[in-house]
């Protein structure tokens, strides 16, 4: 990936993630309805997956602080999965939103979990000859 790509890339990612860290805060109740029921403190959970989201797509811009953000990122995703598989199952009560969309993001999970693998993982060194 060159420089300039890869530039882009970490650029859209913290865009996203602070943009859904900040909307966790805006629209609160849209987030508490996907929680699962068999979670405690839907409302507390939303604010800290908000501020996750925040920190990580934040922390995605300092060179300090992109790999940890990006394995934060990661296993954030892992943590959010159960509630959009609880959003997927009960949409007609929840959103009523196309069934293709529910479900084609369980999937993107897997996406978005490569997408900051890519800045997770040790930088590739030029093998020297």
Do not use: C
């Not at 420089?3 to 859904?20: D, E, F, H, I, K």
């Amino acid at each position: 990936m060159s420089r300039r790509s890869r530039t882009l890339s970490l650029s859209l990612m913290a865009l996203l993630y602070v943009g859904a860290g900040v909307m966790h805060f805006v629209k609160p109740k849209v987030y508490t309805k996907i929680v699962p029921p068999y979670l405690p403190a839907p409302l507390t959970l939303v604010y800290v997956s908000g501020v996750a989201e925040l920190a990580g797509g934040l922390g995605l811009l300092l060179p300090a602080t992109r790999r940890p953000a990006a394995w934060g990122l990661i296993l954030l995703l892992v943590a959010v999965f159960p509630a959009n598989v609880y959003m997927a199952r009960h949409n007609d009560e929840l959103f009523r939103l196309p069934t293709w969309l529910v479900w084609t993001r369980l999937p993107l999970q897997l996406v978005l979990i490569g997408w900051a693998w890519q800045f997770a993982r040790p930088p590739q060194r030029l093998a020297t000859l």
